[in-house]
């Protein structure tokens, strides 16, 4: 709880308008796009760099817990607050700062939505190619926090390939920047990958410089459509193995394609086992070239048909498709839970028959998804939460699949991070050395620990 | 109270928050209450019984547009907007209508009385007279003042047409019998023209969209059953519409209020087979060699009630294509609400202009000088925030009353 004396003072950074306390503002706050929900004490809306930094000055010395908050959007609680205390939303903070077309770089504020942005600098012939499937929801300051994955991996890395700085409020209230606006800078330690991905627990975003790259020239949709999930995660391995680089490669299941054809009716082939979707970018001449030999490598592993797209529309629409896939999973049950291991992208078909293997002995309904290019799983879990029984089946199966992901050499996860929904397997993957190392880290940018407290480095088992 | 599948509903919300960008309401406030997934968490709460209605929660329930962007955008299919058309009769029920709200129930409940578009008016100037006088609010707000006689006084019931080719119901409503008559003088020039003969029936009432989104669905069912009984005459099978919300009342809100109320949705059922938008008649029609140029620069807004309620969207665009010389360019995101949607300009006048000044914005970049609009609270909500009396605002069936010259 907060002390009394406390509120009073938030207000008076912020204005009443944008410190919330309403039981309705609060449960507002209380969830994201996991299952667990806490309730916060306060949520606080800042304007600019400068309330935040009063803000933590404040929560310092006051001892008061502060969770910072994007679009809410995150799969494992690591935007609410797991200990009570304010949540520091930036939904506000939204303002596209530069766009630099001469050095290729930009700056913008933690709230604006990825999407937002690419469309910005692609007005400009300028790309910004991270592209989480929640692009359209969740804000550059989350995405960098989380050091956020999505469908562009294969070929263009995840966001940390392309921060350059940061400005961030340390727990103490005292701004600080890190990198540069030049491409290349070795002074120091990299703080700027040190807090991508850091889960919000060491210090406050509150502006972001990233490259940027050029436009690619034109882009063509692919959809190769199997009989068998088999033999799509094969597709998979031996186009990444022949040196082919596509700029996504996404591999569905039936479940998921229904759902997402009874959503947008774009004629998706519902009786097809898998579908890949496949993106090639690049200069006209080669996306053509590119285009054939990916629909004839996908159809000489067993495709029974590959549809190019016709139009930057058609490539549009099934993109739109592929983002609403976990919304659209809700038609199937109320619940789902997203694994997000990653496996060495030759296992994928081994690993995808593993799922389907640890679903069916559990009792889980499991519809299958993946950033296939990158190894990416991600097997959705379709449940009831309210269903306690059925609840515990599921999280069986995914302490078995996270055993299997292990034993191969894979990771825990490849981009949704780890928050409470992972963090008891954590010390499965990070040594004992490393953990404390990472605590040690904790300790030097927040000696009080009152930044998201109860994240990931906390759970011990 | 709140039928069981509608209950149901709150599940299928996954939290994904796709709806949060495209929401009009959201992109201004910019936090989470006002937002389509922090009104459905909130409900999904109250149903659970884990927290009360509250006027809190009311204040958020009609931070709304009711503009259906949420539903049309929802990867799981969410019926948000039933949801909260649910909920907000559920809270009127259980806190009380505030006053304001119930004398507007009375007004549009009672066809005797000063129609309800006079009676926002004046509430309205009542509510802002403080801070602006009466006249001057008047000579600044653009919209044009009430008509002296009413559309149903200016026209017979029966408008035949030279060589009948077929006859019309016509449901005038509200804002055009009493505001707008050109419009509907306009409606009944062109479907005579074409020979189509048009009744306006005797005694038709208010469609009761303003009531029953504003929660007043107990008393909308006056207004519903007594059109129903009006308009499902045996005599004619096509019903039309001008005005974008008493449209999707007809076709779509009747029956599915009707359902959800546990009433008899049979008749609303015909009904909507029967009922069609102006610009629907219009399109395949023998138009063509009539019109004469109308040199202008138009613009069209999609009205949310014809849009994404209706799927009208192709229609109006082709009819304006069809006057000569008439140049249709199309703005920045004409599907966005403009501001205008449920009664948000009333209940929350700052947030209803802040969310046109986008539409505004996309409208002067066409340099259009004629906004054409098929919903008169489109229709007022850009006029008064356009501020510009150069840019005409004008119904798709005015321009084309007006190509069909004077002959």
Known sequence: ?461 | MIAKELKEEVYKCIKCGICLTPCPVYNLLRFEGASPRGRVQLIKKILEGKTELSENFQSLLFTCLLCETCTANCPSGLKTDRLMKTMRSVIQERLGTDRAKKMLGNFLRDRRRPPFFLFCERTRENLISSRKGRSELLADSGIPRPSSKTLRQQVPEVNAASEPRGKVLYFTGCATNYVYPNVGKSVIKVLNRLGVEVILPPGQMCCGLPLFQAGGREEALKNIRENLKLFNREDADTVVVDCAACGAALKKEYFLLLEEMGEDAKPAEELAKKVVDISQILVPSDLGGLLKPVPVRVTYHDPCHLGRSQGVREEPRNLLKRVPQLELVEMAGAEACCGGGAALPWEHPEVASGISRNKVQSIRETRATVVASGCPWCRRQIAENLDEKSIRLLHPVELIAEALGDT
């Open chain 1, 1 to 461: 709880m907060l002390s009394p004396d406390v509120l009073p003072k938030f207000i008076s950074i912020v204005g009443p308008e944008r410190c919330k306390t309403s039981r309705e503002d609060l449960l507002a706050y209380s969830y994201d796009a996991y299952v667990n929900e806490f309730l916060p004490d306060a949520v606080l809306l800042p304007k600019d760099t400068a309330e935040v930094a009063e803000i933590m000055k404040l929560a310092s010395a006051q001892s008061v817990f502060v969770t910072p908050r994007g679009a809410g959007s995150g799969l494992g609680s690591g935007s609410l607050a797991k200990q009570g205390g304010v949540v520091l939303s930036f939904s506000m903070m939204n303002r596209i700062l530069e766009i630099n077309t001469a050095n290729r770089y930009a700056v913008v504020e933690p709230g604006v939505v990825i999407g937002e942005f690419q469309r910005a600098v692609e007005k400009l012939n300028l790309f910004y190619p991270p592209d989480p499937g929640s692009a359209n929801v969740a804000t550059m300051g989350g995405s960098v926090v989380m050091n956020a994955g999505g469908m562009r991996g294969v070929k263009y890395g995840v966001t940390r390939d392309y921060v350059l700085g940061l400005e961030v409020v340390l727990p103490s209230g005292e701004v600080m920047q890190t990198g540069a606006i030049t491409a290349k800078d070795v002074t120091g330690y990299d703080l700027t990958r040190l807090i991508c991905g850091s889960e919000g627990t060491l210090a406050l975003v509150t502006k972001v410089i990233v490259r940027l790259l050029p436009k690619p020239k034109t882009k063509r949709t692919l959809q190769a459509i199997y009989n068998s999930l088999d033999e799509a995660g094969n597709t998979v391995a031996r186009i990444i193995e022949a040196g082919i680089l596509p700029a996504t490669l996404e591999l569905m299941d039936k479940t998921i394609i229904k759902s997402l054809e009874d959503f947008l009716h774009l004629g998706l082939p519902l009786d097809a086992a898998a579908v890949l979707l496949i993106d090639v970018d690049g200069e006209p001449e080669t996306v053509e070239k590119l285009a054939n030999l990916v629909a004839d490598f996908c159809k000489g592993q067993g495709a029974r048909d590959v549809r190019v797209s016709q139009s930057e529309k058609e490539n549009e629409q099934l993109w739109v498709a592929r983002r609403a896939a976990f919304g659209a999973i809700a038609r199937v049950r109320p619940t789902c839970i997203i694994e997000d291991a990653t496996v060495p992208v030759s296992l994928l078909a081994s690993a995808i028959k593993k799922i389907l293997e640890v679903g069916e002995r559990n009792r889980v309904q499991i519809a299958v998804l993946a950033h296939a290019g990158d190894g990416n799983l991600h097997p959705f879990f379709l449940c009831d939460h309210r269903d306690k029984e059925e609840m515990a089946r599921v999280e069986k199966a995914m302490d078995e699949l996270v055993d299997y992901a292990m034993s191969v050499g894979g990771t825990l996860s490849g981009e949704h991070g780890i928050g409470i929904a992972k963090s008891k397997y954590l010390p499965r993957q990070l040594s004992p050395a490393s953990l404390s190392l990472m605590r040690g880290i904790k300790k030097t940018f927040d000696p009080q620990g009152i930044l998201n407290p109860g994240s990931f480095l906390e759970h011990r088992a």
